[in-house]
């Protein structure tokens, strides 16, 4: 029913930057927030960034300042803008689609694409 796939991803040295990008196709008209995930083997699919429909964000502490999620000019489509990157960003990311609902909670609807590996060298 949802089609999410990711791009961008690539290897870089510590205080790089990357610029990753996702669509979404599918039943989705009725979820208003996208969002980013990243996941290391062996441990959790970690929340990121999440943005909604009217433009409203939220970050991890640990992303803060330093990322930049927005919605794309084209429908369903997002992308994460990745500055000063540093080696604990390593991870595959994953494009997300979900709700946030009665205030700033962001929840999923468990669709995921095949993600986007992102390498930082120290």
């Known amino acids: 029913q949802v089609q999410l796939v990711e791009s961008g991803g690539g290897l870089v040295q510590a205080g790089g930057s990357l610029t990753l990008s996702c669509a979404a196709s599918?039943?989705?008209?009725?979820?208003?927030?996208m969002a980013w995930y990243r996941q290391t083997p062996g441990n959790q699919r970690d929340l990121v960034a999440v943005?909604?429909?009217?433009?409203?964000?939220q970050y991890a502490d640990s992303v803060k300042g330093r990322f930049t999620i927005s919605r794309g000019s084209a429908p369903n489509t997002m992308s994460l803008q990745m500055d000063s990157l540093k080696p604990e960003d390593t991870g595959v990311y994953y494009c997300?689609?979900?709700?946030?609902?009665?205030?700033?909670?962001?929840?999923?609807?468990?669709?995921w694409g095949q993600g986007t590996q992102v390498t930082v060298s120290s």
């Open positions: 599918g039943n989705i008209r009725t979820m208003n927030a």
């Open positions: 997300n689609i979900g709700f946030v609902l009665g205030g700033t909670s962001y929840r999923s609807v468990n669709y």
């Open positions: 943005v909604t429909n009217g433009d409203s964000t």
